[in-house]
């Protein structure tokens, strides 16, 4: 078995030569805190609850059993691979290979500026209730067979899941730069409960993001609204609001609707006119705005609100009476 010593020399080595050279703000700060270093070329962006996320040394060292992997635009490792099989748990070589043909398929041109990804990060409360929820619920899939085959992991294959994946890497792939997502998980208790897992934390190297000059600013906004969409719609209609929604958050749906979330309500305002709106209501407004088209809208919302293709026209005919929907010809 590895020592903590040499653990935590080979992932100094390891961050040294492939990522960074502020390692020691990685390894002893807390990211809870979103450190920051003026002589580091990392940038911590943290989403979830920072109240419960203890220093990343604890979070590395508290159980053995973690998951530490690596994920990059070019490519995708489990490091540390020489480390006991026992000593972590790892994604299988076939969830490696989905994820990394996700990351590959989705790419925008040009870095974004750091102005936007710090807006990103510290406004968007309703994003933020998002990524946590969806997080939340990968729970791994241990093997229960005891022996050679105890290292083996599946993420379990829900809806939340492969939406969440798509989630946090569509949205920090627009960067157009390296980074990596580094979670722990806990491992399956003896009484086969689940303890909560902690939130992501994604690191991005300052090096790349550049300029507001070179941003394609308009396929950023884009992407993200695209992929927010795609969350809206994987929400279970009988989650608690307090969940998502904290303060009062404005997001842009497109050139002529604005969205907002207060308290426990969803609100929508077209030619400033505001309406308040269901939960319903609003995986159509997703529905429709994430393929762009009323067929294809249809289809998404009877798969993902369980309603008749008849219903969901009427429901997206009187969203466009109140001009929330924009017919695609007059778009």
């Known amino acids: 078995m ?26 002893t700060g ?21 109240a419960i996320t203890p220093p990343l040394l604890n979070l590395i060292f508290e159980d053995r059993k ?3 992997t690596f994920w990059g635009e070019n490519e995708l490792n489990l490091v540390l691979d020489d480390l006991n099989r026992e000593s972590y748990i790892g994604l299988s070589q076939r969830r490696l290979e989905q994820i990394s043909k996700l990351i590959r398929g989705f790419v925008i041109d040009g870095p974004i500026p750091e102005q936007l990804l710090i807006i990103r990060n510290s406004s ?15 729970q791994p899939m241990y093997d229960d067979v005891v022996g050679s085959d105890m290292h083996e ?65 308009k396929d950023f906004l884009y992407a993200v609204r695209r992929i927010f969409f795609r969350a809206i719609l994987a929400i279970p209609d009988n989650i608690h609001q307090d969940i998502l929604l904290s303060g009062s958050t404005q997001y842009c749906i497109s050139s002529w609707v604005f969205f907002y979330a207060d308290g426990d309500r969803y609100y929508v305002k077209s030619k400033q006119v505001m309406y308040s709106i ?7 407004l997703a529905a429709f705005n994430e393929p ?14 369980g309603i008749g293709q008849a219903k969901a026209k009427e429901r997206i005919d009187a969203l466009i009476n109140r001009k929330l929907i924009q017919p695609e010809h007059e778009a």
């Open 124 to 138: 968007c409360l309703f994003m933020e209730r998002l990524i946590c929820y969806f997080y939340s619920m990968l």
């Open 278 to 284: 269901d939960l319903t209501t609003l995986k159509i």
């Open 153 to 217: 992991s599946e993420i379990t294959a829900s809806y939340q899941a492969r939406c969440l994946f798509e989630f946090a890497l569509e949205a920090f792939l627009v960067a157009g730069g390296d980074f990596y997502l580094k979670t722990k998980w806990r491992p399956r208790r003896i009484d086969r409960t689940y303890a909560q897992s902690e939130p992501v934390a994604i690191i991005f190297r300052k090096s790349v993001l550049g300029s507001p000059e070179q941003v394609r600013i």
């Open 292 to 305: 762009s088209n009323i067929e294809t809208a249809l289809h998404a919302c009877c798969f993902s609100l």
């Open 66 to 68: 973690i998951e530490l």
């Open 30 to 50: 807390s990211i809870a805190e979103g450190l920051e270093s003026p002589t580091s070329d990392v940038d911590i962006f943290y989403f979830g609850p920072q």
């Open 2 to 27: 590895i020592n903590n010593n040499e653990f935590i020399g080979k992932l100094r080595d390891f961050l040294n030569m492939k990522f960074i050279h502020g390692t020691s703000m990685l390894l």
